[in-house]
T-cell receptor, first 116, second 115 residues
Framework: KAGVTQTPRYLIKTRGQQVTLSCSPI?????VSWYQQTPGQGLQFLFE???????NKGNFPGRFSGRQFSNSRSEMNVSTLELGDSALYLC???????????????FGPGTRLTVT | AQSVTQLGSHVSVSEGALVLLRCNYS??????LFWYVQYPNQGLQLLLK??????LVKGINGFEAEFKKSETSFHLTKPSAHMSDAAEYFC?????????????FGTGTKLQVIP
């Protein structure tokens, strides 16, 4: 089975611009989560989607948004980029349905976003 | 609210020595616990997980962890470190919140293996 794929792998944007990142989960996985990873804050949960519905949301401003399509692929969007948005954005998919059993996640390689 | 504390942001061991990475958690319900590893420029990879049952969990690459409820700990160990073990390790706890599972990660421990 192919793993979680994320595109693009690297991105450089200017402050004030917007960006869209894409994630394709492992085939059959319906849950997709997004995380922001920075040296200072570590891994922070952004949001989780299951069957096209946002199930959980972390403490991020409304500039961060996401969506999931019927084929479980997911995108996240960041509008009005700030320098502090520079980070590695990780997508993870899971075979587990919410409210059931273990929640092991399978991570993609991430998208390295640099905001200048 | 659940939380995870990883003691030591950096740990150095000699090749062949015991690896011990510490993780303590707090959770209001019986938790699911995980250890993930992240190699440079890669995503996280599951090492092992504890759900229910046996408290000593064996994972990939010779790692294992023991769930100790009385100590709220889930420390990761490996008897003999290998150079390829150099990476960052994350402990995570998952429990039900608002009807859905939510995962909280620790801040990570970077393992350096000295030849």
């Amino acid at each position: 089975k192919a793993g979680v794929t994320q595109t693009p792998r690297y991105l450089i944007k200017t402050r004030g611009q917007q960006v869209t990142l894409s994630c394709s989960p492992i085939s059959g996985h319906r849950s997709v989560s997004w995380y922001q990873q920075t040296p200072g804050q570590g891994l922070q949960f952004l949001f989780e989607y299951f069957s096209e519905t946002q199930r959980n949301k972390g403490n991020f401003p409304g500039r961060f948004s996401g969506r999931q399509f019927s084929n479980s692929r997911s995108e996240m969007n960041v509008s009005t980029l700030e320098l502090g948005d520079s980070a590695l954005y990780l997508c993870a998919s899971s075979p587990a349905q919410p409210r059931r059993e273990s929640y092991e996640q399978y991570f993609g390689p991430g998208t390295r976003l640099t905001v200048t | 609210a659940q939380s995870v504390t990883q003691l030591g942001s950096h740990v150095s061991v000699s090749e062949g020595a015991l690896v011990l990475l510490r993780c303590n958690y707090s959770s209001s319900v019986p938790p699911y616990l995980f250890w993930y590893v992240q190699y440079p420029n890669q995503g996280l990879q599951l090492l092992l997980k504890y759900t229910t049952g046996a408290t000593l969990v064996k994972g990939i690459n010779g790692f294992e962890a023991e769930f100790k409820k009385s100590e709220t700990s889930f420390h990761l160990t490996k008897p003999s470190a290998h150079m390829s073990d150099a990476a960052e390790y994350f402990c995570a706890v998952s429990d039900v919140r608002g009807g859905y599972q939510k995962v909280t990660f620790g801040t990570g421990t970077k393992l350096q293996v000295i030849p």
